[in-house]
C-alpha cells in the first residue's frame, strides 16, 4: 500500500532504519543481467539463494520517483505462482535497490530447444500458464505491456519447473476503470496497434502480444514481419493473418481460432484474458502430437545474432552508468563478464565492443554449424529410409 503524505510504499518508513552496511552485507552481486535507461539489473547472491537485483540510479528518475514507487508496490501486491516474487527493496544516497526472485531455468524458447520434442499440446499448456498470469495480473488492474517470449522464464532446471512472466518495469496499475495510458510501451513486434498510433491504451494490449507469441511459438516465427515502424503499423493493422501451408498444415483449427481472437486490431475486439482461458486449445483435447521443434530451433538460430547485436548494445549501456554513478570506484554497474575495472570510456569502449563482436561472430559461426550439421543428420535419415525402402521393394 501507498503511503498517502509521499506515495511510498507502507514499507518505505521502516527501511531507513536499516543501514546501508546490512543491506550490502546481505547480497553478493554477481553478472549483469540486464540494463536499461535507468539502471541495471544484477544477479546476486542472498542468504536464502540468488536473487535479482534492479538498480535504479536517483539522478535517472528525478521528479519521477513516483514511478519507482509505483513498480514497488504493484510487486509486492502480486502474488501468483506465474509471476516472479518480490523479495525486498532498499535505496542508498544515489540509488534504489529491488530485489525479485531470480528465474535460473532459461527463457521459454532456449528451453523448448533442449528438449526432444515439443508438440502442440505442449505449446497449448505453456501457453494456458502465461494467460493465468495475465488474468491474474488484469484482475488487479495491472497491465504488463511488454509481454514477449524473452521476458517468459522457468524458475528452476528441474523438469516441472513452474513457467514465470517477469521484468514489470513498464507494467501500469490502473487507478480506474477505463483508464487509457498513452506513453509509448512494449516491444518492436508485439505491441498492438493502438500503441503504436499512439492511440491510448490498456488490458489488451497483452492480449495482443499473446496472440504474437502463441503464433510465433506454433511456427517459429512472426506474424508480423515488418522492419519499418510504419510498415508495421499497417501490417498490424490490417487485421490479415496467414496461416502459411507449408507451417500451419498439422495445426489444429483451434489454435488458429486461439490466435485470430487475441490478433483482432480493434482493441474492443479482442478477447479478454477471461474470455480466452475459455477457449477450448487450451484444454488440449484438440490440439495436435504435431512436433513443433525444428521450426522452434530454425527460430532461436536466427534470434541469436539478434541477441548478439543486443549485448553489444547492453554492454555499451552499462559502461554509460558506470560513468554517471557517484562512487565510480565502488561500481554497482560493473560486469566482469563485459569488461575489467577501466578509467579511459573510449578506450574501454572500443575494447567492449570488439570482445563483443568477437562473441557474436563465434555465435554465428556455431549455430552456421549447428544448421550444417541438422541438415547432415536430416539428410542422413532421409538416405536410410530411402535405402529401407528400396530393401523392402526387393524382397
Known amino acids: 500500500m501507498l503511503n498517502r503524505l509521499g506515495g511510498q510504499p507502507e514499507s518505505y518508513d521502516k527501511k531507513p532504519n536499516e543501514p546501508w552496511t546490512v543491506f550490502r552485507s546481505k547480497y553478493r ?38 514511478m519507482v514507487y509505483d513498480e514497488l508496490e504493484m510487486l509486492q501486491r502480486l502474488h501468483h505462482p506465474n509471476i516472479v516474487k518480490f ?11 529491488i530485489v525479485t526472485q531470480l528465474a535460473t ?19 497449448s499448456q505453456t501457453i494456458r500458464q502465461v494467460l493465468d498470469a495475465v488474468n491474474y495480473l488484469h484482475k488487479n488492474n495491472v497491465v504488463h505491456r511488454d509481454l514477449k517470449p524473452e521476458n517468459l522464464l522457468y524458475i ?36 498492438a496497434p493502438e500503441v503504436m498510433l499512439k492511440q491510448g491504451h490498456g488490458k489488451p494490449v497483452d492480449m495482443w502480444s499473446m496472440g504474437v507469441i502463441t503464433y510465433t511459438l506454433l511456427c517459429g516465427y512472426s506474424p508480423f514481419r515488418s522492419e519499418s515502424l510504419q510498415e508495421l503499423i499497417d501490417e498490424c493493422s490490417s487485421g490479415r493473418i496467414v496461416f502459411h501451408e507449408r507451417y500451419w498444415k498439422d495445426v489444429s483449427q483451434d489454435a488458429k481460432d486461439f490466435i ?21 486449445w487450451l484444454s488440449g483435447e ?3 502430437d504435431h512436433n513443433l521443434l525444428p521450426e522452434i530451433k530454425a527460430y532461436m538460430a536466427k534470434a541469436r545474432l539478434r541477441r548478439g547485436i543486443e549485448m553489444v548494445k547492453l554492454a555499451n549501456r552499462i559502461q554509460a552508468l558506470k560513468i554517471q554513478e557517484e562512487d565510480p570506484e565502488d561500481t554497482d554497474f560493473g560486469d566482469d563478464s ?13 575494447a ?44
Not at 535507468?38 to 539522478?59: C, F, M, N, Q, W
Not at 523479495?87 to 534504489?96: G, P
Not at 507494467?171 to 508485439?190: I, N, P
Not at 538416405?383 to 528400396?390: I, Q, T
Request: proline share 2%.
Open 286 to 288: 484438440n490440439a495436435t
Open 338 to 350: 563485459f569488461s575489467s575495472h577501466q578509467t579511459d570510456l573510449s578506450t574501454d569502449k572500443k
Open 156 to 191: 528452476s532446471r528441474d523438469l516441472d519447473s513452474e513457467l514465470v512472466l517477469a521484468d514489470f518495469g513498464i507494467a501500469k496499475m490502473l487507478d480506474r476503470k477505463g483508464e487509457v495510458l498513452t506513453t509509448m510501451a512494449g516491444s518492436f513486434g508485439y505491441a
Open 352 to 395: 567492449l565492443s570488439k570482445t563483443i563482436k568477437g562473441a557474436i561472430f563465434r555465435e554465428v559461426v556455431f549455430a552456421k554449424v549447428r544448421e550444417m550439421k541438422q541438415q547432415q543428420d536430416t539428410q542422413k535419415v532421409k538416405e536410410e529410409a530411402e535405402k529401407e525402402a528400396k530393401r523392402r521393394t526387393f524382397q
Open 87 to 97: 523479495v525486498d527493496w532498499f535505496e542508498s544516497r544515489d540509488k534504489y535497490y
Open 29 to 66: 552481486f554477481g553478472r549483469t543481467l540486464g540494463a536499461g535507461t535507468y539502471g541495471v539489473v544484477r544477479e546476486a547472491d542472498s542468504p536464502t539463494g540468488k536473487v535479482a537485483i534492479k538498480i535504479i540510479l536517483k539522478k535517472n528518475v528525478k521528479g519521477n520517483e513516483q
Open 105 to 123: 531455468g532459461g527463457e521459454l524458447f532456449d528451453r523448448i530447444c533442449e528438449q526432444g520434442k515439443f508438440t502442440e499440446k505442449d505449446a
Open 260 to 280: 485470430l481472437g487475441l490478433l483482432q486490431p480493434k482493441p474492443e475486439r479482442r478477447w479478454t484474458s477471461e474470455e480466452a482461458l475459455r477457449h477450448p
